[in-house]
């Protein structure tokens, strides 16, 4: 996680553009049931990685983490996260234990719902093209804008970074 700059909890739906970003999982299953699998240790965002998404957009194929916007995201109400909270009360469980994860201790889902955010996460792609009613629902914003953060004054929500 030396990538990462102290002090800021990670978004677990990030763009590959964001400062600090890494990639941590990748999306496997199907259309219908994607299911992500997580890496054992992050990856850096390089062009290699990001042309091997081609020819769809990285956040298709990639799950990416990166200090999270805070205010500058259209998720974040009130200093939490309304995109896990939806995810948490609508989706269904899709695991049964915690998956391994290697940006855990710094996601702020995991910091703010715990494991009901984990046993949740596999489901998750950040550009669904074909999401159902339940995780379009849980989106309700379909995507975050991509590109550099547009506020960065999020104070710091983790005692660890
Ligand atoms: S919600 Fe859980 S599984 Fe998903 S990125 Fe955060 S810590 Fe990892």
Sequence with gaps: MSEQPPGRSLCPSAQPEWQGSVAFGVVRGTAEEPRVTNYPEVLPVTEDLLKLAQPVHPTEVFRFAAPCLCHGCVHFKI???????????ILPEVVRSLPSCAIRSHCRWWQQEGANACFRCPQVVTENHNPSTLMRKAAAVTQVARGEPVSRGCQSQSASL
């Design 79 to 89: 200093d939490r996260c309304s995109l896990v909270e939806r995810i948490v009360r």
